[in-house]
């Protein structure tokens, strides 16, 4: 279901880093057990290095878990905030709009290229405001 991201998950809108949490211990070569917070208590607290980022430069690509309302099934909704841009994709026979999305997670350098269609369906508020431009 697009909307719904679940953490492990690949693809456009994956999901960023939460934390910072403090490593309690190396296990292995390549894994690290991490101390979580209690509302993470269900996720299994050892991590793969892959999964990692060091947490010292900028703080602020972190998000805290309260922020994104982390379900019990370990799943958050990504809501679209605002529309940024609008551009029409020349096919042989078609045309095919795309809009730029703004998420409420994310930076606007995160932005993404939805199917305008699909986003009218799901958020007609964010089409109102715009008037009549298109």
């Not at 949490?21 to 996720?43: C, M, T």
């Not at 290095?49 to 430069?57: A, D, E, F, P, T």
């Not at 606007?108 to 008037?131: C, I, N, Q």
Request: aromatic content about 8%; proline content about 4%.
């Amino acid at each position: 279901m697009k909307g719904v991201m679940r953490f492990g998950k690949k693809g456009k809108l994956s999901p960023r880093y939460i934390g910072p949490y403090r490593i309690v211990k190396r296990v292995g070569n390549v894994a690290y057990e991490l101390e979580l917070q209690q509302e993470l208590a269900v996720v299994h607290p050892v991590f793969h290095i892959s999964m990692l980022k060091k947490c010292i430069g900028n703080p602020t690509l972190n998000l805290p878990t309260e922020k994104i309302r982390i379900t019990d099934n370990l799943s958050y909704e990504e809501i679209a905030v605002k529309i940024l841009d609008r551009q029409v994709c020349r096919l042989r026979t078609k045309d095919v709009a795309s809009v730029k999305v703004l998420w409420r997670n994310q930076f606007v350098e995160e932005a993404t290229w939805e199917a305008e269609e699909d986003m009218k369906k799901r958020y007609p508020h964010l089409f109102e405001s715009r008037g009549n431009a298109d």
